[in-house]
Every structure is written in structure tokens, then in C-alpha cells.
Nanobody, 125 residues
């Protein structure tokens, strides 16, 4: 069974940090570009970061640029999202997804075939 599982979410104070992990089971991530998306209550899901299969290309939404860093460890079949300087508006369910167009770092949702179930991130004092 092909599956992506996110972990690392939780409650953090404004200005704090979290690291999310996205681990695949049933397939290898080596050939896939991986994206992180989030959906806040009452809002549409948005792409925030993505990384090509080699890790050589990344792309970020303006809302997280300079605060979030996406990286991957193909040996561990895992992609990470390091989130720093968190703000209350970062509160959302965070999803990772796999895009078979591995050479591209695109945040176009329809290109992503496999999705995780999401992990909640809450930024609040």
C-alpha cells in the first residue's frame, strides 16, 4: 500500500519552531518531487514548499519564504519541513504530497498523486 505519513505537528508559541517529517511506505520517494501544503480553517489549501527529486530545486510560497526550509533524505525515504519564526497565521493542517514529475519543484496541486493524511500545527500563546 502506497502511503505518505506526516509527523511532527503540535502546539507551539509564536516565534517558535517545528520540524515536520513526511515518510513514505510502500514506495520510494527517490523519483518524486515532494510538496508541502497547508489548509487553515475556512481557507483553501495552499502550496507552501516543494522540492525536486534530487533536492537540487526548491520553491516556496511568499508567505513562508525565509522562515521555512524544505529538505529531503532519500536514504531515509523522508522529506522534512523546518519551520521557524512561526506565526499564528501558520496554524493549519499540513500535508505532504508526491509528484511523479520529479525534476520539477512545482506547487501545482493536480500534479500530486499521493497525499498524506495531514498533521495539525497550531501556533498560539
Amino acid at each position: 500500500q502506497l502511503q505518505l505519513v506526516e509527523s511532527g505537528g503540535g502546539l507551539v508559541q509564536p516565534g517558535g519552531s517545528l520540524r515536520l517529517s513526511c515518510t513514505a511506505s510502500g514506495f520510494t520517494l527517490d523519483w518524486y518531487a515532494i510538496g508541502w501544503f497547508r489548509q487553515a480553517p475556512g481557507k483553501e489549501r495552499e502550496g507552501i514548499a516543494c522540492i525536486s527529486s534530487s533536492g537540487g530545486s526548491t520553491n516556496y510560497a511568499d508567505s513562508v519564504k525565509g522562515r521555512f526550509t524544505i529538505s529531503r533524505d532519500n536514504a531515509k525515504n523522508t522529506v522534512y519541513l523546518e519551520m521557524n519564526s512561526l506565526k499564528p497565521e501558520d496554524t493549519a493542517v499540513y500535508y505532504c504530497a508526491a509528484d511523479p514529475h520529479g525534476d520539477e519543484a512545482s506547487m501545482t496541486e493536480y500534479e500530486y498523486l499521493y497525499w498524506g493524511q495531514g498533521t495539525q500545527v497550531t501556533v498560539s500563546s
